[in-house]
């Protein structure tokens, strides 16, 4: 009930203001399960893409929206919970990753849709980063559900990584073909399968949105910008303690 009420009232509002153009909606069948397989550009993309579906999508999100303090913290859980999405913690716990991996399994054994970002975290720069395969691979081998490749366009310009406010501009989302992987049947435990999986699934992303292809992770890069950023400002400020004089002894 809460889904199709923020469907019609959220959904309908960032249509009428954004007006995203959608190229193969008829890739996304009727009925019965299948995983969404995303680029990730902006927070806004969990909103878009539900936006212009007609059937309803559960995604996985970060924990921390559904933990964080305050009045700011409460409502957003209760947002992400009332829209059906399913809490996944990122910190590399124990038993974590099979808890959202069995969540997962249990969207598409209700014949529903499953979204989910293979890069795992939101681009740094409008680059595709390279997909992780525990997650993406392992719930389309385990479930037999068709992987549909979903292209975000021009969404990180619209709300950029700490803008609150978002700029009225049109996105796109172009909707790839089915890619069946039941031809892995039984092989759900193989790394190199699920490497080989994932690769495909995002060269459809990669084709689909025409993204600058990055062969290493997300959070990785993302590590690497705070790190160079961190070493610029230390530099910074080496420079303007050298140009301090000194003080006259007394």
């Keep these: 009930m809460i889904y199709g009420a923020m469907k019609v009232s959220l959904g309908g509002s960032l249509k009428l203001a954004f007006r995203p153009w959608v190229e193969g909606i008829e890739n996304i069948p009727l009925q019965g399960p299948a995983i969404l397989a995303s680029n990730h550009l902006s927070f806004s993309d969990s909103f878009f ?42 910190s590399g716990a124990r038993g974590a990753g099979e808890a959202a991996i069995n969540s997962a399994l249990k969207v598409l054994e209700r014949g529903e849709l499953f979204g989910i970002y293979p890069e795992g975290t939101r681009s740094p720069d409008g680059r595709l980063y390279r997909g992780k395969p525990g997650g993406l691979a392992r719930v389309a081998l385990l479930s037999g559900a068709p992987v549909i490749p979903v292209a975000m366009i021009d969404t990180e310009k619209i709300q950029p990584p700490g803008k609150v406010v978002p700029k009225l501009m049109r996105p796109g989302i172009r909707i790839g073909r089915p890619l069946d992987f039941t031809r892995y049947l039984g092989m759900e435990n193989d790394r190199f399968i699920h490497r080989s999986v994932t690769d495909q699934v995002m060269y459809e992303i990669m084709r689909l949105s025409g993204q600058e292809y990055v062969d290493i992770y997300a959070t990785a890069a993302k590590r690497r910008l705070a790190e160079a950023e961190k070493a610029s400002a230390d530099k910074a400020g080496d420079r303007r303690g050298s140009t301090r004089r000194p003080r006259p002894p007394r």
């Design 49 to 90: 893409l539900p936006a212009v579906l007609d059937r309803k999508i559960t995604f996985i999100a970060k924990a921390e929206y559904f933990t964080s303090p305050g009045v700011k913290g409460m409502l957003t859980a209760a947002f992400f919970k009332g829209v059906g999405q399913l809490p996944v913690d990122r």
